[in-house]
């Protein structure tokens, strides 16, 4: 059975640092990009960054700077360590993990962790 499941989320004051963590299980977690998304209610869900199965690794004008995303493909977990976090950052974060059709396709998502950013 395909999961994968997000921890790390909470409610942190703004100049704060938080680490979110999502660990994969039932498929290839070396063969799939892994991303990691944020969607605020009424929103379209954002790209916040991605690393790839090779670790090129990508970022949202946004987050760049103050977010860093990571991957340790022995433990089939990826992280997001953000900091310098602001209260725009608040919102529902998700984990993705995408694999090209080239490949043979998939897509997973995550159930979601909140990120709350405030005084």
């Known amino acids: 059975q395909v999961q994968l499941v997000e921890s790390g989320g909470g409610l942190v004051q703004p100049g704060g640092s938080l680490r979110l963590s999502c660990a994969a299980r039932g498929f290839t977690f070396s063969s799939y990009a892994m991303n990691w998304y944020r969607q605020v209610p009424g929103k379209e869900r954002e790209l916040v960054a991605t690393?790839?199965?090779?670790?090129?690794?990508t970022y949202a004008d946004s987050v760049k700077g103050r977010f860093t995303i990571s991957r340790d493909n022995f433990k089939n977990t990826v992280y997001l360590q953000m900091n310098s976090l602001k209260p725009e950052d608040t919102a529902l974060y998700y984990c993705n993990a995408k694999r090209s059709s080239h490949v043979g396709g998939g897509e997973y998502w995550g159930q979601g962790t909140q990120v709350t950013v405030s005084a």
């Open positions: 690393v790839e199965t090779l670790g090129l690794k």
